[in-house]
T-cell receptor, first 111, second 117 residues
Framework: RKEVEQDPGPFNVPEGATVAFNCTYSNSASQSFFWYRQDCRKEPKLLMS???SGNEDGRFTAQLNRASQYISLLIRDSKLSDSATYLCVVNQGGGYQKVTFGTGTKLQVIP | GAGVSQSPRYKVAKRGQDVALRCDPI?????LFWYQQALGQGPEFLTY????????KSGLPSDRFFAERPEGSVSTLKIQRTQQEDSAVYLC???????????????FGPGTRLTVL
């Protein structure tokens, strides 16, 4: 089993739709979780950290389920500019700086 | 302020040639990471520095890969005797190590796209 698994997609959704991505991780010691966004041929950029209680940033909501070892990202009212690959990122445990990236989920928002 | 910079942005090498990729992290960032990203995949960890100390090099695929950060700032990833399977984007990231038991946000450079013919 891969350390971090994501559905590669692509997810093709119309503008205004709500879309959700899940990510599962195998290391039960992992403590820090992130979603990064990567545009085509660009570098990854932090979208948001994922906190135990769940957190929201505008149209984006991230949730963590430790018992089932998955995190999710919900995007409401999709915009064309949301089209990108979304990378799930998990650390190795505790405050360890090394992280593992998932393969990414590609989102295409269609007019 | 300036972000992470990498050079060259593109490199074409003949098989067997040695290459050196440079990373300038954000000033004051203690942690520096190198990743390899193949097409359609997420970044794969290569190695990690805290200041000049290479704390983890478990992701380096072979002894042809070598990384250094001698003064705790600029880092160089060197690949000797390049092979076609080394073709990928090499990403560098840096983070400010808070030491507070958290995993800090990594800021990425634009990457170096290496093509080995």
């Amino acid at each position: 089993r891969k350390e971090v698994e994501q559905d590669p997609g692509p997810f093709n959704v119309p503008e205004g739709a709500t879309v959700a991505f899940n990510c599962t991780y195998s290391n039960s010691a992992s403590q820090s979780f992130f979603w990064y966004r990567q545009d085509c041929r660009k570098e990854p950029k932090l979208l948001m950290s994922v906190y135990s209680s769940g957190n929201e940033d505008g149209r984006f909501t991230a949730q963590l389920n430790r018992a089932s070892q998955y995190i999710s990202l919900l995007i409401r009212d999709s915009k064309l500019s949301d089209s990108a690959t979304y990378l799930c990122v998990v650390n190795q445990g505790g405050g360890y700086q090394k992280v593992t990236f998932g393969t990414g989920t590609k989102l295409q928002v269609i007019p | 302020g300036a972000g992470v910079s990498q050079s060259p942005r593109y490199k074409v090498a003949k098989r067997g040639q040695d290459v050196a990729l440079r990373c300038d992290p954000i000033s004051g960032h203690v942690s520096l990471f190198w990743y390899q990203q193949a097409l359609g995949q997420g970044p794969e960890f290569l190695t990690y520095f805290q200041n000049e100390a290479q704390l983890d090099k478990s992701g380096l695929p072979s002894d042809r890969f070598f990384a250094e950060r001698p003064e705790g700032s600029v880092s160089t990833l060197k690949i000797q005797r390049t092979q076609q399977e080394d073709s990928a984007v090499y990403l560098c990231a840096s983070s400010f190590y808070s030491g507070a038991g958290n995993t800090d946000t990594q800021y990425f450079g634009p990457g170096t796209r290496l093509t080995v013919l």
